[in-house]
Nanobody, 112 residues
Framework: EVLLVESGGGLVQVGGSLKLDCAVS????????VAWFRQAPGKEREMVSC????????DYADAAKGRFTMFDDRDKNPWHLALNSLTPEDTAIYYC?????WGQGTQVTVSP
């Protein structure tokens, strides 16, 4: 069974930082693609960053470029998403996705 568990969310003030974690089990690290998404209240889920296994690069949404960093520990598990210079517009539930399987999400709330 494939299982993803996100953690690390919380409440921060504008300009603050958080590091989200995504632990993956049930997949061999060579075989999966992983991405971070987020869903703000009343909005559709959107991709934040994704790891391209073909060239081992990370792609970012425009809103994430320069502020968010996706990286992994050894053997690509767990994955992390470092969030910096946070704004209230970053308030959302952040989800990890690996090979089409979703985690339960972790809430990030940025207060003005």
């Amino acid at each position: 069974e494939v299982l993803l568990v996100e953690s690390g969310g919380g409440l921060v003030q504008v300009g603050g930082s958080l590091k989200l974690d995504c632990a993956v089990s049930g997949l061999t690290f060579e075989d999966y693609a992983v991405a971070w998404f987020r869903q703000a209240p009343g909005k559709e889920r959107e991709m934040v960053s994704c790891f391209d296994s073909l060239d081992s690069s990370v792609d970012y949404a425009d809103a994430a470029k320069g502020r968010f960093t996706m990286f992994d520990d050894r053997d690509k598990n767990p994955w992390h998403l470092a969030l910096n210079s946070l704004t209230p517009e970053d308030t959302a539930i952040y989800y990890c996705n690996a090979n089409g399987v979703w985690g339960q999400g972790t809430q990030v709330t940025v207060s003005p």
